[in-house]
């Protein structure tokens, strides 16, 4: 398999695994933050798997972009911190809309359509931005920081081959 489609497949099953270990926890936090309520209440852990479909959507996407992306704006910018930088602010960006509808499906138990029907209708595209700033700052903090220390030869410990993978020798 190809880096980029092994980047890729790996990065899809890792967001689905993920997705549905956290998806409870994820949701009880959200909800609780929200209400001002503790994270064990009962109230944040009813149908803990509501909106699974868009919660394995949005991880699976993050995951399997995330990689070849990053690899690509490395080797583009020939950057280890603006191709973490430049691949955390493209997948902030373009996964935030599917992450506000998440999160209204969490707090209305309502489903995928009628939150973008409602969303939309509210303040329009305008709603689908919602916290992306603060996404924004997250994702490329972590790009930056993933991106250079994923690629540093401080120690020598890592070779660095022509397909961009780092091997321990």
């Given at each position: 398999m190809s880096s980029p489609l092994r980047d890729v497949f790996c990065g899809l099953?890792?967001?689905?695994?993920?997705?549905?270990?956290?998806?409870?926890?994820?949701?009880?936090?959200?909800?609780?933050?929200?209400?001002?309520?503790?994270?064990f209440h009962a109230e944040n852990w009813k149908r803990p798997y509501h909106a699974m479909g868009q919660t394995l959507f949005y991880r699976a996407a993050s995951h399997a972009l995330y990689f070849p992306i990053e690899q690509w704006t490395r080797k583009y910018f020939d950057s280890n911190l603006a191709g973490g930088i430049v691949a955390g602010a493209m997948m902030s960006t373009i996964l935030n809309p599917m992450s506000v509808i998440r999160f209204q499906c969490w707090l209305y138990h309502t489903s995928f359509q009628r939150e973008v029907s409602n969303l939309y209708y509210g303040r329009g595209f305008k709603n689908f931005g919602k916290g992306l700033a603060a996404t924004l700052i997250r994702d490329v903090v972590f790009g930056a920081v993933y991106a250079t220390t994923r690629h540093w030869d401080a120690f020598g410990y890592i070779d660095h081959n022509d397909d961009g993978y780092d091997y321990q020798q």
């Open positions: 099953l890792s967001g689905l695994s993920t997705s549905l270990v956290l998806q409870p926890m994820d949701k009880a936090l959200y909800l609780g933050m929200k209400h001002h309520r503790p994270f």
